[in-house]
């Protein structure tokens, strides 16, 4: 009812650039905090960055200076701008919005199925 669907993820050499996108369609009231997660084999699922609908954010220490979370004007996608990547930011990363339903007005947390970002040389 609801699909987060992500997109821009690949192989990438240290120092390198990618450019994540998640657009969320279905069902949908509104949607308030999105965020990027990832999870690296062996290792639990971290948050990396989020934004609330007015546009504020936060970020992880790891990626602070070097990624940039934005929303478009409909705030329905949210994207990731990675720079200067290293091998540590390996990982799945995984999409995730809080919606509030049209018919329930309940709010909802939804996942994305994930993107593989992958930094070697």
């Known amino acids: 009812q609801v699909q987060l669907v992500e997109s821009g993820g690949g192989l990438v050499q240290p120092g390198g650039s990618l450019r994540l996108s998640c657009a969320a369609s279905g069902s949908i009231f509104s949607i308030y905090t999105m965020g990027w997660y990832r999870q690296a084999p062996g290792k639990q699922r971290e948050s990396v960055a989020l934004i609330t609908r007015g546009g504020s954010t936060n970020y992880a220490d790891s990626v602070k200076d070097r990624f940039t979370i934005s929303r478009d004007n409909a705030k329905t996608t949210v994207f990731l701008q990675m720079n200067s990547l290293k091998p540590e930011d390996t990982a799945v990363y995984y999409c995730?919005?809080?919606?509030?339903?049209?018919?329930?007005?309940?709010?909802?947390?939804?996942w994305g199925k994930g993107t593989q970002v992958t930094v070697s040389s």
């Open positions: 995730n919005a809080d919606v509030r339903r049209p018919t329930t007005l309940r709010t909802v947390n939804y």
